[in-house]
């Protein structure tokens, strides 16, 4: 069975750090591509970052560059999001996401999601 | 940025076909995907590619992507269809994934 769970969130300060990690199983994990997706609370999806499947290609909106890193470690069956200088705007369950294999970048698996809450 | 525009909310009878449309400028020329959201759940791919189905996925849900408007038809629809749904492309372009905005589905 394909799983995709996510950990790490939490509450942080505004201008803090957290690293999301989303940890795969059930299938060939080095294949896929992945992205982060986030959803604000009553708002809709927004995609913050995609990754290639070696790694060395990542992604972002525009909203996050600068202050998000994706990673990916193949041998721990693994993709991560670094968030540096967080903000309000930032508050969301994030979701990590599998690409389907066909290259057109839809998803289709996601893990169940990882809140995070900034405040001082 | 590619905007991808939907209709808010929609709302259909048991038993009737729900068509959720998607907006964008030459859309044809994408692949589009299309997610069932319900409340407090992952989002689900319901549609992929315009108009292929993920194995799991009933027959009901079908696809149509041309010009400047993607379609996401449910027919004979269920009072479970009742979700969110949003329709997604990656735009090669700017090298980024775009959603649109969601539609509400109510089932009356």
């Known amino acids: 069975e394909v799983q995709l769970e996510e950990s790490g969130g939490g509450l942080v300060q505004p201008g803090g750090s957290l690293r999301l990690s989303c940890v795969a199983s059930?299938?060939?994990?080095?294949?896929?591509?992945y992205s982060w997706v986030r959803q604000a609370q009553g708002k809709g999806l927004e995609w913050v970052s995609y990754?290639?499947?070696?790694?060395?290609?990542?992604h972002y909106a525009d909203s996050v560059r600068g202050r998000f890193t994706m990673s990916r470690d193949n041998a721990k069956n693994s993709v991560y999001l670094q968030m540096d200088n967080l903000g309000a705007d930032d508050m969301a369950i994030y979701y990590c996401a599998r690409h389907t294999e066909s290259g057109s970048l839809g998803s289709d698996f996601w893990g169940r999601g990882t809140p995070v809450t900034v405040a001082p | 940025s590619y905007v991808l525009t939907q209709p808010p909310s929609m709302s259909v009878a048991p038993g009737q076909t729900a068509s959720i449309a998607c907006g964008g400028s030459?859309?044809?020329?994408?692949?589009v995907h299309w997610y069932q959201q319900k409340p407090g759940q992952a989002p689900v791919l319901v549609v992929y590619e315009d108009n292929a189905r993920p194995s799991g996925i009933p027959e009901r849900f079908s696809g149509s992507n041309f010009g400047n408007t993607a379609t996401l038809t449910i027919n004979r629809v269920e009072a479970g269809d009742e979700a969110d749904y949003y329709c997604q492309v990656w735009n090669s372009g700017s090298s980024q994934a775009v959603f649109g905005g969601g539609t509400k589905l109510t089932v009356l």
């Open positions: 059930g299938f060939t994990f080095s294949y896929y591509e």
């Open positions: 030459n859309i044809g020329g994408y692949a």
């Open positions: 990754i290639s499947s070696s790694g060395f290609t990542a």
